[in-house]
Structures are given as structure tokens and as C-alpha cells.
């Protein structure tokens, strides 16, 4: 009688244990074989696209050269400077870099009439380095009105992405105070493009829209990216815009936050002395002709 039901209880476990290695009779934790109708394997996760490393942040900046030439009786009155900006975007060769609006040389042009009288421009240039020394020609550019940033479109050029510039990583979240930051850019002289400086968030202004840092900024890194540091990673977060004079305070830089690029009223503009005519009258109130 034992023998019996030894042989029985035998024969059922040989039984499930074969159930199981077949398919039938699976249970919920059990993968039945592939057959027709059955759901498809779950796709590989897709390797993880690497962060652009500190040393890479360069490459997402450029530097701005611009130049006017005002018409004047006795000798023309010329200018010339430098400011910082960040690639945005790229398509088909055509660069798209925001920097600020004080960076288009305008301000200044709109003073070089002493006397009086309208503005007779010559001739209004801004040209773009990259880090590695390729020229570009900007062609339009869109001012926002209500903030110092504009946007500026190159013309189409063969350039390669990783060797000749990098798109700035947007941050998804919001900084905070204390968070570590990266400004780049290219203070007081050409020369210095692509200098990187450290620093942290000392305060958030007008809810959040300007962003208070102690990262070192000089005169020629207007227009250029902060980032903010998370890890490994960097995103982009602001653009530097103006600083507190050394002699009032130590430490008192500005950047606008990414969220205002495009969210307020544009001018639209060519590049040209009537492109520099019209955001004149409009932004400055005045009177300014382009002379060919």
C-alpha cells in the first residue's frame, strides 16, 4: 500500500515538472513559448545619449563681432565690439544663437549723432566665431522688446556638430538657490573665448525670471550661457546679461532665465543699415536713414 502511493505521488511530480518546462499549464511568473498571436518581446533599453561633458560647454558658445559706420560731414564715426552668445539651435547649416539686445551695437549708434539731426548708417555688421575659429555672417535677428535678449540667424554654412558647436541642453526643472553653475563666454578681449567660470545661485528675482549668481562675468560675456550643474549633467539655464560695477559690489551677476526667450513682442529685422534704421526709430526714437 505505501509503495503504491510512493509510485503515485512519484509520477505526479515527474508530470508538473514537465508541465512546466513546455508551457502547459504556466503560471503567471511562467514565459510561454513564442508562437503566433503571442505579444512581442519587450524592445532593449536604448543606451543612455551622453551629457556634454564640462570641458565641451565651449562649444556651445560663440563670439559676436559687430560693427556700424555712421555718416558724418567732416569723418564718418565708426564702432566696434564684442559680445557673447549660445547656440539654440541648428538646421541645414543655419545657426540660430540668442544673445542680449545691448549686444547689437545699437545703443551706441543711436548716440553718435551729437549734434543732432538723423542718423545716416552706413553700414551695420555682426559677424559669429565659433570656438574653433569658423566665421559666419548673421543675416536676420529678432529683438524682444520687453527683455534684453534677441535672437540672431547665420547664414547656411557647412558646419559640424561636436567638432564645430554644440546645442545648449535646456534644464527642465527650475534652479534653486545654492545650485552650482558654469558660466561661459568671451570676456574683455577675443581671445579669451571659451572662458569658464564657476559659481552658485545667490537669488532668484522677479519670480524667477532673473537669475542672481556670483559666477565671475566681465565686460564681452554678455549674451553668453549659464549652466546649471545636476551631477553629471548640465543644462542651460540663463543668459548672462549684466553685472554690478566692482567698485559698488563684489559678485553680483545676472542671467535671464531660458523660460523668457520668445515669450514677449519681436522685431523682426535684416541685417542691414535699414535693419539697424528700424529698430533705431522703434527702440530709441531716433530718426535714423540708411544711406546705400
Not at 551622453?50 to 564702432?79: A, C, F, H, M
Not at 559640424?160 to 558647436?165: H, K, P
Request: hydrophobic share 40%; charged share 20%; with cysteine.
Amino acid at each position: 500500500m505505501l509503495l503504491r502511493l510512493f509510485l503515485l505521488l512519484l509520477s505526479m511530480s515527474v508530470q508538473l515538472s514537465c508541465n512546466s518546462c513546455t508551457g502547459k499549464g504556466a503560471g503567471p511568473n511562467t514565459i510561454a513559448a513564442k508562437g503566433p498571436g503571442t505579444a512581442p518581446a519587450p524592445a532593449p533599453e536604448k543606451p543612455r545619449v551622453p551629457n556634454i561633458q564640462t570641458r565641451d560647454l565651449l562649444k556651445t558658445s560663440v563670439t559676436l563681432v559687430g560693427r556700424w559706420v555712421e555718416k558724418d560731414v567732416l569723418s564718418d564715426d565708426k564702432g566696434q565690439w564684442h559680445c557673447s552668445g549660445v547656440v539654440r539651435e541648428e538646421k541645414n547649416g543655419v545657426l540660430t544663437i540668442v544673445t542680449n539686445r545691448h549686444c547689437l551695437g545699437l545703443e551706441e549708434l543711436s548716440r553718435s549723432e551729437p549734434v543732432g539731426g538723423d542718423l545716416e548708417v552706413l553700414k551695420w555688421q555682426i559677424t559669429v566665431f565659433t570656438h574653433n575659429g569658423k566665421e559666419l555672417e548673421v543675416t536676420a535677428l529678432d529683438v524682444q522688446t520687453d527683455l534684453d535678449l534677441a535672437i540672431l540667424r547665420t547664414r547656411p554654412a557647412a558646419l559640424v556638430a561636436g567638432r564645430d558647436f554644440l546645442v545648449a541642453p535646456f534644464g527642465k526643472d527650475p534652479v534653486e538657490l545654492g545650485d552650482s553653475l558654469i558660466a561661459v563666454g568671451t570676456p574683455l578681449d577675443r581671445t579669451l573665448s571659451g572662458t569658464m567660470t564657476f559659481g552658485r545661485v545667490s537669488s532668484l528675482r522677479e519670480e524667477g525670471r532673473v537669475i542672481q549668481h556670483d559666477a565671475a562675468i566681465n565686460q564681452g560675456n554678455s549674451g553668453g550661457p549659464l549652466f546649471v550643474v545636476r551631477g553629471m549633467d548640465h543644462f542651460w539655464v540663463g543668459v548672462n546679461t549684466r553685472t554690478v560695477n566692482k567698485k559698488v559690489g563684489e559678485g553680483l551677476h545676472f542671467a535671464i532665465s531660458v523660460r523668457e526667450i520668445g515669450n514677449g513682442p519681436t522685431i523682426t529685422v535684416a541685417v542691414t543699415p535699414e535693419g539697424a534704421c528700424k529698430l533705431i526709430r522703434q527702440l530709441h526714437g531716433v530718426g535714423c536713414d540708411a544711406v546705400k
